[in-house]
């Protein structure tokens, strides 16, 4: 994935998780279990934390275009898709149907931060000029 796609789905994940913060506060505050709303709520910070850390990735493809980091980038917004979007459905309607792919999505997630990790240590530093 190059920078300017991983630039554009950070973009939308981010544009997504401010009507998902309004439901949460306007629609399902009160209408769901206080558990349920918990997991509602936190999985809307690791939503936003993937989505910022994302757009952190965009920007450093632009001036360390590898394959490894393209990779990460692909995994992170991979998994933070499949995670946050897993776990807004299990917070309304837990199913068993769905409960198997947030530990797919996080899977993701980890793999695609240490490899973000390793393609950025593994680049030499760049003298601006």
């Not at 769905?98 to 760049?126: D, E, H, K, M």
């Amino acid at each position: 994935m190059n920078s300017s796609r991983t630039l554009a789905i950070a973009g939308l994940l981010l544009a997504l998780g401010i009507p998902a913060g309004a439901l949460g506060v306007h629609a399902l505050q009160g209408q769901l279990p206080p558990e349920r709303y918990l997991i509602y709520q936190t999985e809307l910070q690791f939503h936003f934390f993937q989505a910022l850390g994302l757009l952190g990735v965009g920007a450093a493809l632009r001036s360390l275009d590898t394959r490894l980091l393209r990779i990460a980038a692909a995994l992170i917004g991979a998994g933070a898709i499949l995670f946050s979007g897993s776990l807004y459905v299990l917070a309304l309607k837990p199913t068993a149907a769905v409960s198997f792919v947030p530990p797919l999505g996080a899977y993701a997630l980890i793999a695609g931060w240490l490899l973000f990790a390793w393609g950025a240590w593994r680049q030499p530093a760049r003298i601006a000029t």
